[in-house]
Structures are given as structure tokens and as C-alpha cells.
């Protein structure tokens, strides 16, 4: 704690305990707490509360008031809990007895304020950060501390209840986990008391009668079991688990406890920790059967969690991929009366539960949405250790497509029940778009076979919403990747008639009158031009396409966003339109279009398209000064981007060996007094030194990075550890006051980029003379600092306090 | 029993950020998805985890509502649809949709300028996000889902705020955001039909306030404005690019007419123009004055407001800036207080609330000491004011909105624990309706008494003579069918038409044992003749094979296995001849009289 803090915290600590001072913003506490926390970390001395009186003397008062406010006993109740987190400092509030009189039975448990959900969370919060020590736990035994926290598990605040079941899991861990020396695996009764109360609890609400008893027990299994996930193994939680696995099973048996999903969680987090070692056998066996015994709803979530494991049982693996292929072979058999035509083996599907479900209307779509979710999923993780079916996957795909858009009714009752439940279901719609845009990730000879039809199947199709369109896109330009590897030449016809289908969409998109429709249609070009633009066939087929010429047309569309991305897209034909864009930059009116020009003329200098240095150099300056007032902060960033990259190719260009060190400082070699000309000449540090002052600290800190790689050029790092001094001329006192006026802080002022106070920022010698002899390395330190960094340090917030409870009489509440 | 429950995750007992989640018969639906300004971390977004345990945000939620574009109610929506992954549809006002990304843009520049935010949305984002939001007209009926319709209602509050009426059969909520009961210089008073909704949830910012006209507070400013500008000053005014700046600049472009002053008004950013063009475009949404003024002159083409440049600080002579961001976080406002704030004869006004951690925050608490970057301290000599323009209703016009709704249950939000408190005792006394408070994370249960609209045949209606009134409650009996969705009350033969199902008797079925040494047939006649005897006004009648009926009652004599003596009479009947079955059963258990023929 400096010692600016240390006076105030007195101060501070009597204006919180003062009944009579109206309440603090709520968050001037929170970052209070914070800080404590912060205090206290890394230190576990006494120091704290010791050189700091006042803290005690804070919680005495408090303790003291008749009738405190919730929000100050919360505090209060926080602030202990932080200070006891280390061993002295809870000893020394042991001996000031202040810790029973917080936690213990006559402390806020009693009292009127325990109504207050904000203050039974922040006891339990303290609780939490005091157990970190073995002597807390005594502590809280004694003090009757268990029971309340056993009781909060069933809290009517959601936050309550977690914060009751977190900390049981803490303590638990942490009391098995702190007696090292003991040995625990054999049985509870050599456990620490805390543990055999916890697990006695837990024993006891599973065999409860109270189904949200059992509920609660099982969330705190969960979450015990979920905590283990990736620490190292601990034997004691395999002797926890074998004492709960007969009633985990029994209660999958008897179907008769309504916990179900928190079921397949704990069998998920079980599966995923270490605990198994010996008893694997038994334990995949429950799992098995969880499987077969939960509805597909609810053993979606565990067989997707388990596919994800390295650690288990093929037979496990392949039962949990029946259990999410199920409902796509559903929808396959669905189309047919007879035949093999489904995706899984007729074995080891058992349809008449997913049947059902398909076949009703409330059911129908949440079960498909999961299974693709899950799909999904699963399609995303690069190491999946089961085969999926992709062709058959995707045969249902479609079929559930065409259910959604209506184009395909079979003659199968089933069918026909799925197909009604279906149409115009934009939820499903969305999330199979969804997988069959991941499925194209799967590269196999199927693909292209199924490419066809499914893009020109669906992108003529009308969709009324919106997000249906932004998916299709977005599976379309996945698929269309794999075009660019396709093998032989006879497959070229059909690339073009993809292509054409595909143009021919976009084109009735472009001139949609919704502008998300026309904006999404304009992304999704920019991406199958960045991606198949070498392809002769795509630029063929976009060149005698209406798409360019519309595409330019939406340069002067209505919606910023739109003009924007019509500037993305239709930097393809580049030399058509760089008059144009140029005048978007000058004159649009609001910064998307401007941002997207701007960073279009980057991408193009980067790519060496702007032709011979000089040309480039005239580009650049009419550039910098169309963006050096622009009002948008990312307008003028992205003119800083385009700078940085102009000079480093300038210097590629003009250096004949650019890896070459520089031989002294005051270089006489013509490419660096030729490389400076050309800077001066593109007015390039007028803009830079300006930007130093730019009241938006992002545009100030790139500015100041391009500067810093100017001087590592033109200055080789030895001559730089004794500052430049600057010479008595004319130049030299430009310089001087440039030096002075940046030191004064760059963001409270504005730099004339005139010439004005005699800094001449086209002239080579004055700008060599300003990159040395300016302190840009401490300058890049100062605009580096947040923006808040001052006033959200701790002796801010401190007189921030001190001042809102002096001045303000009647804190009147208010917001925008 | 059907419930609707309600969690707030934000503005529960607070006025932090909103985010209320609502489950209605069976649906799911989040109103509002706000950010705390005062916090730089993940404590600035609601906790999403807590919406659900198992399965996907996208599965769970129905929809999310958003009801205007202030920050503390829709800030956190592109990190909850881009970044936590909800998928889902977002309905919100067209004003909203249009306004909605300039003030989330205005924001994101703030985090750039912190170092060390993380998580927060970039650009693409934003519009990702807004491209994923319906917009609704006011009083235009949505359906969500076949269940779940959504309707707006003009909220006052700010331009293109709404009430949102939430219906799933014929449960409904309404959520008012924040809304203003008194029309103000370009805004309406909110409204609401008399749509009587299970549960009002209502905002409560100033519930224990009467507040003054926002006349007062209006003329306060001009005055102080002017003041400043005569006596050679400069005034600056944290803004954010929406909202507040639009409302004060035309009360200066206004004032400044009327008193023909010539010192220059600037605005600072380059937001303006298509801020104001939005507030030209929702000309509708604004009030009746206004609307009606626009043929001549439109109130937001401002003749004195021009655009900013940063030379123009250091002009000499007086002037009034308009300058972002609000709470002089950074950036322009900040770089412009930095210049000024030396001079005593200049003015800073503070429009709206400002948190902790800003310089806005440490002036209004009357620190004139700030250190600066680079350990520079600012001494500031200028004037400081604060003045809130908010527009909430007070506790008057909160009671209105409840005599106007007439909801059966009412929950409040977004306000303070104790002015909560007292505001609820009120409206339980006055409306004798449940009010309820909850903090964030508590979860409010309200049970519902739906009543199930069913439809009657008129085939079913014609039988009834005379037709019932329909005002007048009515005993019918009829099949209820339950098909497509719907109710219908049928008659039996229609149900079981359009069923296609064939008609079952039921029949009732009893032993009675009697002693009686005779043949059967002998006690078949015994028994019609006792019957015939006792039932005049029914038909019997002896059948050839001996048995006998009574009505549909059918009854025979048989002999009992093993006892000759004793003889089963076996009765049946049909189910409208209940009474009548009975009746005769209990009659036979009392045997045959002695001499019956």
C-alpha cells in the first residue's frame, strides 16, 4: 500500500462506518474489494491490518450499528473474509474476536439484514476467501457454519445457491487436499471433520425424499467432480465416488428422481476426471446404460461430452454417436416405407422413442436443434475417434432442408408428420445450415458429388429471414473452397454452372431492399473472392456477371454498413475505381465506408499495386491529407497503418541492402538522405508528429510506434543512449519547443502541423534533428498507460470516496 | 396451476443494467440485455450462466426484447449474440435497431482507449448483431412462435422507447422499460391499453419522487448557458453521440433564435449527422408539437450547431461544445476540459450520471484537484454543474400507468431496495393487487388462473332454447374436443363424426340374489309383476324369453349354481339410466314381497 493510500484508508474506513453518510455508487465498493484483494495475494503477513487500525476499526463499528444497511454489512462481511485469508491475519482478528461476531451465530445470520439476499451471498463470499488456511476450518465448524451453508444450497437467489454450492466443493477439496499427510484413501473415518460433514451431507440428501435435496446434492457432485478435471489425481475422490455410485445407479433405475439432466452432467464430469482407476469397468457400464436410459434429450449433452474424451471405451464411443445419430436416421427412414435406408445399423437403433418425439410438434424442433448442435459440434474437433457417416449425414441434411423450405412431403406417415412439423421451422432451418457448412471441413471424395445439389438447391430458394440467408451463404462459401482442388478437367462444366447458379443469386441479393440482405450478400462475395480468386473460372464467371456492376452501384447505397462493405468487395477491380474511393474517403459521411477505403488502400500498398515508388508517394500524401481531420479515430489509425507500411517499403526500395546496419548517425549515404526527402515530400510527419497530440490515444500510440521504427532506422541504437542535443538554429528551436511541448503531455495539446513556432515538418534536416533528439521511447511508455490508469488507481477511488461522502447531502438516485 | 416467473439477473433492486428473465407458459424470454459502465471488466455484462444449467442458450430462450437503446439496457447484447453464442431472434423498435449501433460504436471506442479491457465486441460485431434484430412497428402484433406475440407501446422515456406486451395464450406480461408519463419538448407521454396483464413489470427509478416539470430544469440550463456565453465564456457539454445531445441541442438551437445570439455552438463528433438524421427519419416517434411543426420546419435541422473541429478550442471568445464521450472518460470532451477547466469564467455541465472511475464522477463529487497523466495536476477553476435530464416517471406517474394496464400482479425493477419497498406498500394498498421486488439472482413465482377460450358448436347452441345470452353465465353439456390447438365444445354424435369414431355402450351390471324356490321363469313373472305393481309410470314389459325391462333396464332370473333355492336376478342399465338402475337394485335387494303373484 503506498503511502498516499495509507493516510486516506482512515478516512475512508470512518466515512463507511458513519450511519448518517448516504450510500456509495455500489461499485466504488466492489473496486474496494478488489484492491484488498490485490493487497493481499501475494502477502500473508499481519503487516495489513496491523499498520492499518482503521480496517479493525471499520468492522467494530459496523458491527456495532443498530440498524446497518445491507450494502455495508456486505462489505463488511467481504472484507473479513479477505483479510482472515491468510493464517496471521486471522489470528489477529481471532484475538480482536472479530470473526465469530462476523460468521459466528450472533453475527448478520441472526439479525434482520439475513433477509437480504446481497448479504447471505457476501457471508458466504467471505467464508470463501477465510478458507485458504487450516485453522478456518475449526472455525467455521464450531460456529455452526456447515449447517447454514448446507441450507444455503436451497436458497431462493439463484446467486446464493451457487455461491453456498462453490464453496462446499472449496472446502471439501481443500480440507482433504491441505492433510497431506494423512492417508485417505481408505476410508472416511480418517477424514478431517469438515470433509466427513460435507460428505455426510451429501449422503444424507441423496437419500432424502426431497427431490430438490437430491438435486442439489448432485449439482454439488458435479461440480466436485468437474472441479478435479485436469488436477492431479486425488484418491480420495475415487473413494467418494464408489460410496455414491450404487445410488447414482439406482436412480437411473428407478427413473423416479426428476434430476435427469443433472445425472448425465455428473456422469460427464466423472468421466472426464481422473477419478476412475480401477473402477472403469463399472463405471462405463452406468454410463452405457444412462445412455439407453435417458430420453435423447437428455443423453445429448453426455454423448456429445463423451466423444470428446481420449479416455473412453470404443463400444462407449460408438453407442454415444447412436445416440446423436438417431435422430438423422430418423429423418432418413422417414422418407421411405420400406428398405435399409437409414444411417445406422438397424441393430443398434432402437427408433420408437425418437419416433415419437419427431412425430410431435412441441418436440420436434428442440430435439433436432440439439442433435445438430451436436453435430456441429462434433464435426468441429480435429480428433474424433469414431467415423462419421458424411454422406448419409448429409442425405439427411437435406432432407431436413427441404422439410424446412416445404419442397419435399413423402408418402410415409412418418414422414409426412416430420415434414408438417418442419416447414418454415427457421430454427432447425439455421442450425442444419450450420452443419452443413461444417461438414464441408470433412474433405472426402463424397464432397463434390453432393456439392451440386446442394447449393443450387438451396440458394434460388426465397427465405424470408434473414438469418437463414446469412447461414446459406455462410455453408455456401465453405463448400465452395473445396472447388479450387478439384481434380479433373470434366468436373469444369460443373464448376461453372455452380458458379453461374450462385452469381445468379447474388445478384437478386445485391438489390434486396433489406440492407442486411444486401450487406451479407456483399460479405459472402468478398469471401469466395478471397478465396477463388485465382481460379480462372470464378473470375470469368464474375466478370460477365452482373455482380461488379451492382456491386459498384452500392457504393452510394443509403446504409453506411452496406456502402462499406461494397468497398470490401469491390477492390477486384481496383483500377476502375480508385477515383471513387477516393472521393468516399473525402466526402462520405460516416466513418464505415471511410474505414473500409482506407484499409482497402493499406491492402493494396501492401500487395505492391500502387506501382513505382513515386506514384506511390503521391498517393500517400493525398491520402494523409484527405484522412488527417477526418473526424473517425479508425480512419486516421488505418492512415497511420497505410504510412507504416509505405515506409517500410520505401526503405526495401531506396536501401540497397536493407539488413544492413547503418554506419553512423548524421548519415551523409544518399538512400537515407533520398529516403528522408521522400517522407518530407509525401508530408508524412506533419501527420505523425500531429498525431502524437490526437486526443483518441490509439491513433497517439500508432503514430508514436512509427516513429520509434523511423528512428531505429535512421539511427543506429548506440547514438540513441545520449539524447540528441538540439543545436541553436532556426530549426533547432522548432525543435526545442516540439521536445517541450510533447513532454508537457501529448494529449492535452494541439500540434500545429503548420509550421507554426518554426517547426518545419517537410524539411529533411529538422525532422532528422526532431527523431533524435525527441524522447519517443518514454512518450510510447506514457500513451501505453490506459486512459483510466489514473483514475482507477486505488488513491483515486479512495478520494473519490472521501469526496462523494463529504459534498454530496442526499445521494439522489440516478442513471440515463 | 400455471405460473409465470421472473429472475432478474440485472436491474433487480438495482439501476445497474437490465436483464429480466421471464418464463410464461412454457416460453422463455429475455427482456432487455444491459452493461454497467462502472465496472471495466466481465462485472460489466449480466452473468448469462445463470440463464441455464443444461443445454444451449439458443434452445432455451424464445426470444430477447430490447426496450431502447441506452446502454444499461441493450450494452451486453452483441457480446451475448456474438460471444456467449445465443443465436436467437431480438425484437426491438426501429428507432432502436437504427440508433442502437451508433451508442454501442460510441462505447467500444471507450475500451479501446482502456488498455487491458478484454472481452469486449469489436465492429463486425455490432453489426453482426444488428442484423440479427427484427424490428417492430408500435402496436404491431409479432408472433414470435405459433404461441409466443410480442407487442410494442410508445414508452416516452427516449426516441423510439417501448413498452413490450408479452402473450402466450391468454397469459401476458407487460415489461414498460423505462418510460415517462409527461411528454416532454420532443417526446409523448408513454401509453398502454387497458390489456389487464397478469404481471406489470415496471421500472422504478424515482419511486418515492414527485419530480419537478423538466420545464424547470430546462429553463435552469438555457439560463446558466447564457449566463456564461454573455460573460465571454466557454461551455462544455459531455454527451453521448445520442439521446441527451439531441434533446439540448435543440433546446439551444431554439433559444438561440429566439434571443438572435450569435456565439458559435459546436458539436464534436462526426456521429451528428447521421444521429440527427435518425431523429428526422422517426419524425412519427416523437411528440405531437414537433410532428406537427415538421411540414415548416424540421426541429432537428439545426441552424447554429456546426461541426467541431479541434483548432476551434483554442479560439478566443465564447462558445458552447457539444462533446463525446458523456462522463469525460477520454478522448475529445476530456481533451477540450483539459484546455478549459483552468479558467473560471468557462462552464462544464454535466447532463447525466456519471460512475466512478470517470473525471466526470470526480468533478461532480466537487474534487477541483485532478491529477492528470503524467502526474500533472489540473486545478479546475471552471464552473461545474450537473443537471439530470432523465426521463422516468415519478411515483405519480407510475401509479398511472398501473390505473391505466390494470395488471393482476405487479413487479418492480430498476430502482432502489427502500424506494422499492415504499412504493410497493402503496401500490398494494391503493390497487389491492400483489406487488413484488425481487434482488437479481431471486426468482418471483406468480400464479396465473388462465381461462380457456373454447368454442361451441352451434349446433350444440341451437338446442338450448331459448339461445342463451351471451352476457349471462350458462350450464351446457357437450364433448369437449381438443384438436389443432383448440377447443371445441360438440355435441356427442358431431364428436364422435368428426372423430370417426363408433359409439359405445355403457352398461351397468349387478347380481341380486333372491330366495326363491321356484323355476326361474316363475320368478321372472314374479318380478314383473312386483314392478308393475310398484313403478306406474314407467314402462315394463315381459319379454318372450323371460326376462323383463324396466325403461333400458334390463333384468333376468337365473338359478344359482349350488342352491336351488336361491335364485340370481341379474340387472343391467345403460348410464342415463343411472338413477333409475339403482333405484331398482335397491328395490330387489329387499326380495319379493310375500303373495306376489
Redo the contacts between chains.
Sequence with gaps: MTRECAALLPGVCAALADPRQPGLDDTCLEKLLDWFRSLTWFDPTVELVQDNPSLTELITSVLALPDPSPSIVSFTLQLAGILASSESRFQHLQQEKLLGRLFGREGPRGSAVWEDASVRSAWLKGVHSMVHHQPALPFLCSTGSMDVIFTLQGDPSLFVASAASQLLVHMLTFSLESETSKALSAKDCDWPACAQMIVKHIQESLQSSSASHVEQSLKLLSSLFGSCFGSCYAAWTEVLWLDIAKQIESFLLEETVQAQPVLANLLLNVARSPVLCGTEGSFWALVTSALERLTPVQAGPLAVGLLKLCKCPQDVRIQALTVLLQPMDCILRALFFFGPLGLLDESVSDPVTVESLLSSKTSCAGLLCQTLAHLEKLLSLKHLKVDLPCVSLLRSLMTILQFCNGSLSPPSPLGSTISRNLINCFRVQKSALDVLAALSEKKGEFIFAFLTKTILQFCPICFPLFQVLKKTFQATSKWLVHLQGLPSNSQQQQTEKILEGVFLVLQKRLCSPCWEVRDSSLEFLTAMVKCLRDQNEFRQCLLSSEVLRLTENLLEDPESYVRASAVTASHLSQASIIAKLQEILSTDSEGFPRRAVISIFTKWLREGCTGRLEDTEQFVSRVIQTVEHDLDWEVRLGGLELVEVFCSQAICQLSQCPYAPVSSAVTSSTPQKELLQVFCRAKLFGFLFGSLCDCDKPVGQRACDVLVGLRGHFYPMSTLENPQEVEDSPAGRGIAWLQRTLRQGSLAQNLPTDGGDGVDFQDPESMMLALGAIDLLELHDELNKSSDHVEESPQSLLQDILATVGTIEDNEVDCY | MPEIKV?PLGAGQ???RSCILVSIAGKNVMLDCGM?M???DD?RFPDFS?IT????L??FLDCVIISHF???HCGALPYFSEMVGY??PIYMTHPTKAICPILLEDYR??T??????TNFFT?QMI?DCM??VVAVHLHQTVQVDEELEIKAYYAGHVLGAAMFQIKVGCESVVYTGDYNMTPDRHLGAAWVDKCRPDLLITES?YAT?IRDSKRCRERDFLKKVHETVERGGKVLIPV?AL??AQELCILLETFWERMNLKAPIYFS???T??ANHYYKLFITWTNQKIRKTFVQRNMFEFKHIK?F???F??NPGPMVVFATPGML????S??IF??WAGNEKNMVIMP??C?????G??IL???RKL????R?ILEVKMQVEYM?F?A?ADAKGIMQLIRQAEPRNVLLV????K?MEFLRQKIEQEFHVSCFMP?????TTILTNPCIPVDISLGLLKRETPVPDAKKPKLMHGSLLMKDNSFRLVSPEQALKELGLAEHQLRFTCRVHIQDPRKEHETGLRVYNHLKGILKDYSVQHLPDGSITVESILIQATAHSEDQGTKVLLVSWTYQDEELGSYLTSLLKKGLPQGTP
Design positions: 429472475t438495482d439501476v445497474g454497467h462502472g465496472y471495466n462485472r445463470y444449467q443444461n443445454g444451449r439458443t434452445d441506452h446502454l444499461d443465436d436467437g471506442k471507450i479501446v482507449d482502456k488498455k487491458g479491457e465492429s453489426k442484423k440479427k427509478t419522487t453521448f439521446g441527451r463528433t462526426g456521429l449527422e447521421k461541426a473541429d479541434r483548432a478550442a483554442d472518460h477520454a478522448g475529445q476530456l481533451q483539459r484546455k447525466g450520471y460512475v466512478q472511475g470517470t473525471v464522477h470526480k463529487s466537487g474534487q491529477e492528470m497523466e503524467g500533472q439530470s432523465s422516468h430498476h430502482g432502489e431496495a424506494k434482488a437479481n439472482g431471486e426468482t
